[in-house]
Nanobody
Framework: QVHLVESGGGLVQPGGSLRLSCAASGFAFSWYPMRWYRQAPGKERELVAGITSAGDSTNYADSVKGRFTISRDNAKNTVYLQMNSLKAEDTAMYYC????????WGQGTQVTVSS
C-alpha cells in the first residue's frame, strides 16, 4: 500500500527558509519520479517541482525557480523540498505525489509565510 508522509512545514517570516520531507513506503521508490504540489485556500492545486527517479533531472514552477530545490535520497525513500527566500504567496498546504497507475498523495504539510 502506497504511503506518503510529509513533514517540515510551519510558520516562517518572509525571506526565511524551510525544508520539507516526504517519507514514502509501499512501492519501489527509486523507480518513480516524485513531485511536490501546493494548494492555497480558494486556489487549485499546482505543481511546484518534480524530480526523476534517479534524481538527475528536476523541473520547477516559474514562481519558485531559483528559490526552491527538490532532491531525493533513494536509500531513505525520501524526497525533499528546500524552500528559500519564502514569500507570503508561498503560503499553502504542500503535498507529496507519486503517479503509480493512479495518483497518490500524502496528507500534506502546512507552510505559512507571515510576519
Amino acid at each position: 500500500q502506497v504511503h506518503l508522509v510529509e513533514s517540515g512545514g510551519g510558520l516562517v517570516q518572509p525571506g526565511g527558509s524551510l525544508r520539507l520531507s516526504c517519507a514514502a513506503s509501499g512501492f519501489a521508490f527509486s523507480w518513480y519520479p516524485m513531485r511536490w504540489y501546493r494548494q492555497a485556500p480558494g486556489k487549485e492545486r499546482e505543481l511546484v517541482a518534480g524530480i526523476t527517479s534517479a534524481g538527475d533531472s528536476t523541473n520547477y514552477a516559474d514562481s519558485v525557480k531559483g528559490r526552491f530545490t527538490i532532491s531525493r535520497d533513494n536509500a531513505k525513500n525520501t524526497v525533499y523540498l528546500q524552500m528559500n527566500s519564502l514569500k507570503a504567496e508561498d503560503t499553502a498546504m504542500y503535498y507529496c505525489n507519486v503517479l503509480r497507475v493512479v495518483d497518490y498523495w500524502g496528507q500534506g504539510t502546512q507552510v505559512t509565510v507571515s510576519s
